[in-house]
């Protein structure tokens, strides 16, 4: 579509045959004028009308979608623990056997932990120039709390840890990245490298952990705020260009997962562009998966006390130097970076991100059998859709109502009854649009590609303020019930008053007996796909 002028079909004509004994068909194109979207009708070229027939979004200049990757859920869940619950005799017996062992351990563990706490507050006592370097007798007390963090990896079960290569020299790779697989990570590479972290800004508010934080000159980020991550990436590179601060430790998968997988990288550690070492932290087992995966942090805790030994391995891989000659851009030396640890693991790459977790954090709040189905990798939905982790759960959200069955499945009779619709031709395009599979049912892949596919087109905004003008009759800027029956009808014909309510209620979030243009806009970004009801009117708006 790059080849096209502004005024120039969307669709080429040559994609609808004519018949050479017949006048061609009227057909819609868009025109580009003063910033603002018309439609207007025109004999020769742009959609065929038959098109507009078969798909409720042409109006919109809409073609089918193909579904990004698999047209079904994703079967890797990069997430999940392995063993949530205790399993086996032999693990129930060794529970038994290690109990007061476990209790030792949590004295251990305690007091560490107030050790560190004590030294970090003495060694941050009156420090207030917090953005320069950490002095040298600072950083020699902040031992004390580096030691305290090796016993206390003694008191999980870590009693050795194995590594292979060695950490670069600061001054050839300032930046250190990770994967992340489980809360020990951070804490060996404190004791390891004793690096400046970028982290979460909910982690400062943790009891005793968010002080130590704090002495690493810890980079906080929100990874919701532009300006926040930014920010990030300013105090990363400032940080990273000075010898006297410490290396940068950066998990860019920005979550943990079972290490059966790297998942998407964010970007922040390398749009500075600095040299950047590998690190990849394995943990071996057989009986007891020590990710922090759907497991409370409690019982991940409690069986990490009562294993004889838990083991670790952490291998240094060399360093990766961006190519300078070749002005390699952030995505590439990601990419680059993301492969050498997933070639070192022996592990697949996906295109799963944060907000895959949240969907799972939904998910598991729903009680769903298996929240694993609604995982849609969505670091390439972001890419594909500038579509949002929080609009990708709102709209898990709307796809849960729906009452997936257990493979996360929804029939048309379920879908239409959470958009309020009746059966009709219309809502069965309505339905079919997302079925890419025509199989009768939708998964929520499909339903969020569908939606976040209409709701991102550039004519999407376009139509709704022109669906609300058309709505409104007489200019007062809101909608009555019978105005709204009166357009519905245009595309439904035979809407009873019931069902001309249901829709209205939808609309109507205040319930305040009328639509708002707020209200009305609002509605349409929850339930996109509800657009094609107000085709009629859109049309009409533009070609009287």
Known sequence: ?????????????????????????????????????????????GIHISEVDDNPYAFLAVNRFDMPGSTTTT??????????RVEGVYEWLKIVVCLPIA??????????????????????????DRNNPMPKWRSRLMGVTRFSARTILFSFGYQWIRRKGKPAPREI???VVSNHVSYIDPIFFFYELFPTIVASE??????????????????????????????????????????????????????????????????????????????IVRYP???????????SLAMLMFRMFTQFHNFMEVEYLPVIIPHENRKENAV?????????????????????????????????EANQEDPSLYLVEMAG????????????????????????????QVEIHDFLKVLRLKPCTLSEKIFGFTDVQKCGKITFKQFLVGSAHILKQPLFHQACESAFTACDSDGKNYILEKEFGNSLVLSIPGLSNNEIRGLFTLFDADRDGKISKDDFIGCLRRYPLLIALFSPCVLQQFCP
Request: aromatic share 8%; charged share 15%; hydrophobic share 40%.
């Open 332 to 364: 590439r030396f990601a990419q680059r970076t993301g492969h050498a640890i997933a070639s070192a693991l022996n592990v697949v790459q996906t295109s799963h991100s944060y907000g895959d977790v949240l969907l799972l954090g939904k998910a598991l």
């Open 173 to 175: 790779a300032p930046v």
């Open 285 to 295: 087992h057989v009986h007891f998966d020590q990710s922090w995966g759907n497991i």
């Open 1 to 45: 579509m790059s080849d096209h002028t502004v005024s120039a079909p969307l669709l080429p004509s040559g994609h609808i045959p004519h018949s050479s004994d017949h006048a061609p068909e009227p057909h819609v194109i868009l025109t580009v004028e003063d910033d603002k979207v018309q439609l207007s009708n025109i004999d020769q070229l």
């Open 202 to 279: 909910s982690h400062d508010s943790m009891p005793l952990v968010g002080t130590i934080i704090r002495a690493m000159q810890v980079i906080y980020v929100n990874r919701f705020s532009p300006t926040s991550r930014k920010h990030a990436v300013n105090e990363i590179k400032r940080k990273a260009s000075c010898d006297q601060f410490p290396r940068v430790l950066l998990f860019p998968e920005g979550t943990t997962t079972n290490g059966r997988a790297i998942i998407s990288f964010q970007l922040g550690a390398f749009i500075p562009g600095y040299p950047i070492q590998p690190v």
């Open 381 to 408: 939905l972001e890419a594909a859709f500038h579509l949002s982790s929080l609009e990708a759960v709102d709209f898990l959200d709307v796809f849960l109502s729906m009452n997936p069955d257990s493979r996360g």
């Open 103 to 128: 209790l030792v351990r949590l004295v251990l563990f305690g007091v560490s932990l107030m050790i560190g706490y004590v030294a970090t507050r003495v060694a941050l006592y009156g420090w207030k």
């Open 75 to 84: 079967t890797v869940d990069p997430f999940r623990n392995n063993t949530p």
